[in-house]
């Protein structure tokens, strides 16, 4: 058996792959809550998380991998209602890289670490062969208020689930830039602090909060689901989708709910205080878009209900197949 | 100007662009200490810690780029007087990639952890197109004891230089592989531990560690030369080479002083303990043919002298030119 894309696509391949190889021999229960970043209560309680950046191409309308790497994984630390504090920066450069490429994404990672609040206090450089490509690891730790335990597992019936903007903006992005499309979509990624630390500060109670990456909505919200073992329902006309990501998706035969984003948050959180919720985010940076877009049910199925605009409703899988592996 | 493989070497290729490029954007105070881990005081005094590893072939003599990337990341940590806690582990694969291949890394990665009483706490599964590769970034954090603050900064002039086991052992397994050449030479890579905590443990005043990796003993002794400002003397015929690395390196016309070990620990230390010291790491694991190699002499040149078997002086440099990039 060997490694194909679909196994990088975040879907169901990857899904796989984690459970059934990774998680096989990893046994820490940090690892298994399945969770974007680990709480650790013994180091002074901080968070840790890391992700690796393999997108192509390089620098792409709305950013670069730069700027992805310090979102992604400053996005996946405040998840767990971390303040992102450090991350380390590690390339992998291919021989016959543009030193000037190189130049323009260390800039614009160390602008986005600014914006973000966060220092890159180590790293590492490798060259490798290949064709002038770049890969870049960050991970990141954060520091966790003492009693914050958000994740899935704090998921309640009943909870109000908002996504903070419109979906598929980087995919359909990366898309473009691939096909030689000329489009107007520009990539969404950004670090989020602002929009979580205003939830946070106002006494938002926040039970639970995902960034929606690889494999789109429907993908994390399966996961969240699977972990929580409650039934989300969504109303799919309270989607936020723009005019060019909804017309761009349809002449290729994309769907939304499976496209990915690098700025944008699902969380969960108490029904009565969703609207003060919704208006805090949508005063914050990249969040004017926000939309209460379902709810927690009781049934404890563990799965994603859709209802759809016109009146039906349909279970909501997972990412299956390749879905395009190298958006992030 | 592109990217060429003397970047990856380790030598002065990779200093110049981690110097002239990274330093110019990444302003942290931490980065700008050249150490090989961040000391985090503001978040109950952890370490912080990355390295990538695109080491070919994947699984070798002695080891695999699992075992490497537990120890790299475990023995950085450990330079800086930490205890190893927790790492996270992203894997890149390439498309192609036998599954197989896969579980065995993720096993020797898994039981590397456990020897260094590590836990892998988060992770990250990309694909990209290749021809079966892998490459794995970790991550590390580790706790401080109170006080410690070890680095080049700390070394003081008459420190005895104290090199844990034999030179060039995982620089000539990884060459032996790529050449087909038929060798019982194994790579040296292991967590070390057991070896600084016996030091710690008993109150050997350690005054800065560095592990042996690309560019060998000479370039790391160059740029720990460079930062505490000292001048190193190194006695050639006190460094323990094997005659089996000694005569491959003397077939293909290398370096000892210039191979990369992966599990190999310079330290400078109180001269007055050398001999204790020594006795310690040479009972620890790995440490079994360790040697005092040098002093720290009184001259603020920042450079490394090399007293030659027959009398010689001659400084010595760090790495020119390629090297071996892809060693780990």
């Excluded at 792409?60 to 730069?66: A, E, N, S």
């Excluded at 639970?208 to 929580?228: K, P, Q, Y």
Aim: charged share 20%.
């Amino acid at each position: 058996m060997k490694i194909t894309m679909s196994e990088g696509a975040g879907g169901n391949a990857t899904a796989k792959l984690i459970s059934g190889l990774f998680l096989k021999y990893f046994n820490s229960p940090y690892l298994h809550e399945m969770e974007d970043a680990a709480l650790l209560p013994d180091l002074g309680k901080i968070a840790f998380t890391t992700d690796s950046f393999v997108v192509r191409p390089l620098i792409f309308k709305g950013g670069d991998i730069g700027r992805l790497a310090v979102s992604g994984t400053v996005n996946d630390l405040l998840t767990r209602g971390a303040e992102p504090k450090y991350l380390t920066a590690a390339f992998v450069l291919e021989e016959g890289l543009e030193i000037g490429i190189l130049e323009k994404i260390v800039a614009s990672l160390q602008k986005t670490a600014m914006e973000a609040g966060v220092e890159v206090v180590a790293g590492d450089t490798k060259v490798m062969e290949g064709s002038g490509g770049l890969i870049i690891n960050t991970a990141g730790v954060g520091s966790v208020a003492c009693g914050a335990s958000l994740g899935a597992r704090a998921i309640e019936a009943g909870d109000c689930i908002i996504l903070s903007g419109r979906l598929g903006e980087h995919h359909a992005a990366i898309v473009s830039e691939r096909m030689g499309i000329d489009s107007e979509i520009t990539s969404d990624a950004a670090p989020l602090n602002k929009m979580v630390g205003t939830l946070l500060e106002n006494g938002i109670p926040v039970h639970a909060m995902r960034d929606v990456t690889r494999g789109g909505l429907a993908t994390i919200l399966n996961e969240m689901a699977e972990v929580s073992g409650k039934e989300f329902l969504i109303e799919e006309e309270k989607l936020p989708v723009s005019e060019e990501v909804r017309s761009f998706a349809g002449i290729l035969g994309l769907d939304p709910l499976y496209m990915g984003n690098e700025g944008k948050m699902a969380f969960f959180l108490a029904r009565d205080r969703a609207d003060d919720a919704l208006e805090l985010i949508r005063k914050s940076p990249y969040g004017e878009y926000a939309a209460a877009i379902g709810t927690v049910g009781d049934a404890a199925t563990g799965g994603v209900i859709l209802h759809t605009a016109i009146g039906g409703r349909r279970r909501l899988g997972p990412l299956y197949g390749e879905g395009l592996p190298r958006i992030c």
